[in-house]
């Protein structure tokens, strides 16, 4: 007897034809159905119905195939309707998934590098995919183990969660944007702040801009007849580092999170010193020789009160605000050394130390 051994898809019995179609519109109304309803539902559960649904399928096929003639077995054991196939790669996709998660749920946070940790990762950011509800810590854990570069600044470096500090405890949800911060220092780059403020990112009383700083402006704007005393700090780019001579800077910034902590330490002035207008301009791009790069400008009653604040603002501008300056040179470029954070700013060192 002639034994076939390849028979194409007409050759398949009709009744197994009409099974697999009759499975395949099932499947497809159901799934319709189930994706109205798919944002109340686990994607775990839905994932589960698919692979039922896929046994039941095969479950209906088998008394056919047991009762059909022996040499089409083999051949409709390996013939499937194309919406079985995609569900196979489905459940694959979903295993690899798993593996990376464990048994919980995975999320996806949105990681940042920053300042010099740009050049370090070789890229801005990135997506990066735990456990949901994962710490900081552990989050770090793994950027150092895929970029074992991290671990010369891990002693430095500082972690933000949607734009604020954080410490290695803080559990992560679906969506979140993690910060690598390392050291900052406090500065400017390019272009008249006055006019200029109109279009730059500004809270009221802090901006960011790219055109050149107008300091006299501002110092005006904010002076009334009842003060006593306007402070104004000058930052501005010298010609020289540590005898190299400096050709020009750039500055960057982690802009959403320096606007605010700006807003922030300007509220903190009011509050704590005896003052009663403060603002704070800082630049980002390229800066000259002799260009400001942060004017700080304090209205006081009495002139005491408007040093202390203003020295203050500067000095922990410096220290906590994510704006990094590099330094071009005739012989090479490098990036500034910052200044360490302050004692109440969590370091990633904590996460490693503590085994998180």
Same mark, same amino acid.
């Given at each position: 007897?002639?034994?076939?051994?390849?028979?194409?898809?007409?050759?398949?019995?009709?009744? %197994?034809?009409? %099974?697999?179609?009759?499975?395949?519109?099932?499947?497809?109304?159901?799934?319709?159905?189930?994706?109205?309803?798919?944002?109340?539902?686990?994607?775990?559960?839905?994932?589960?119905?698919?692979?039922?649904?896929?046994?039941?399928?095969?479950?209906?096929?088998?008394?056919?195939?047991?009762?059909?003639? %022996?040499?089409?077995?083999?051949?409709?054991?390996?013939?499937?309707?194309?919406?079985?196939?995609?569900?196979?790669?489905?459940?694959?996709?979903?295993?690899?998934?798993?593996?990376?998660?464990?048994?919980?749920?995975?999320?996806?946070?949105?990681?940042?590098?920053?300042?010099?940790?740009?050049?370090?990762?070789?890229?801005?950011?990135?997506?990066?995919?735990?456990?949901?509800?994962?710490?900081?810590?552990?989050?770090?854990?793994?950027?150092?183990?895929?970029?074992?570069?991290?671990?010369?600044?891990?002693?430095?470096?500082?972690?933000?969660?949607?734009?604020?500090?954080?410490?290695?405890?803080?559990?992560?949800?679906?969506?979140?944007?993690?910060?690598?911060?390392?050291?900052?220092?406090?500065?400017?780059?390019?272009?008249?702040?006055?006019?200029?403020?109109?279009?730059?990112?500004?809270?009221?009383?802090?901006?960011?801009?790219?055109?050149?700083?107008?300091?006299?402006?501002?110092?005006?704007?904010?002076?009334?007849?009842?003060?006593?005393?306007?402070?104004?700090?000058?930052?501005?780019?010298?010609?020289?580092?540590?005898?190299?001579?400096?050709?020009?800077?750039?500055?960057?910034?982690?802009?959403?999170?320096?606007?605010?902590?700006?807003?922030?330490?300007?509220?903190?002035?009011?509050?704590?010193?005896?003052?009663?207008?403060?603002? %704070?301009?800082?630049?980002?791009?390229?800066?000259?020789?002799?260009?400001?790069?942060?004017?700080?400008?304090?209205?006081?009653?009495?002139?005491?009160?408007?040093?202390?604040?203003?020295?203050?603002?500067?000095?922990?501008?410096?220290?906590?605000?994510?704006?990094?300056?590099?330094?071009?040179?005739?012989?090479?470029?490098?990036?500034?050394?910052?200044?360490?954070?302050?004692?109440?700013?969590?370091?990633?060192?904590?996460?490693?130390?503590?085994?998180?």
């Amino acid at each position: 007897m002639y034994w076939p051994r390849e028979t194409s898809a007409e050759s398949v019995p009709d009744g %197994l034809v009409f %099974l697999a179609v009759c499975a395949e519109e099932v499947f497809e109304k159901t799934a319709k159905t189930r994706r109205t309803t798919t944002d109340s539902v686990d994607c775990r559960t839905n994932r589960a119905d698919e692979l039922a649904a896929c046994k039941f399928r095969v479950f209906m096929l088998k008394p056919f195939l047991f009762f059909s003639p %022996l040499w089409m077995r083999p051949q409709a054991s390996r013939w499937k309707p194309p919406i079985i196939m995609r569900e196979k790669g489905a459940l694959r996709n979903t295993k690899q998934r798993d593996s990376r998660c464990g048994m919980l749920r995975c999320m996806r946070v949105n990681v940042r590098y920053l300042g010099m940790l740009r050049e370090l990762a070789g890229r801005d950011g990135e997506p990066f995919e735990l456990p949901d509800g994962s710490p900081l810590g552990e989050l770090y854990t793994a950027l150092q183990k895929r970029i074992p570069e991290l671990e010369q600044f891990h002693q430095a470096i500082a972690l933000a969660v949607n734009y604020e500090y954080s410490a290695s405890d803080t559990r992560l949800h679906e969506g979140d944007e993690v910060a690598l911060i390392p050291p900052v220092s406090g500065g400017a780059p390019d272009g008249t702040v006055g006019n200029a403020l109109a279009s730059a990112p500004t809270t009221e009383h802090a901006a960011l801009v790219r055109q050149p700083i107008d300091g006299a402006a501002i110092a005006a704007a904010i002076r009334q007849p009842a003060d006593g005393a306007v402070v104004v700090f000058d930052g501005i780019v010298r010609n020289q580092t540590r005898g190299r001579r400096t050709l020009f800077l750039d500055y960057t910034a982690y802009e959403p999170m320096a606007l605010q902590r700006m807003e922030q330490l300007a509220q903190q002035a009011l509050a704590s010193y005896a003052v009663r207008a403060v603002s %704070l301009v800082h630049r980002l791009g390229r800066l000259g020789i002799g260009e400001t790069s942060v004017f700080i400008a304090v209205a006081s009653a009495h002139r005491a009160a408007a040093f202390d604040a203003s020295r203050w603002l500067i000095d922990t501008l410096k220290k906590t605000v994510p704006i990094w300056k590099k330094e071009y040179f005739e012989d090479g470029a490098v990036w500034a050394d910052g200044e360490p954070f302050p004692p109440e700013v969590p370091l990633a060192r904590q996460s490693s130390d503590t085994g998180v």
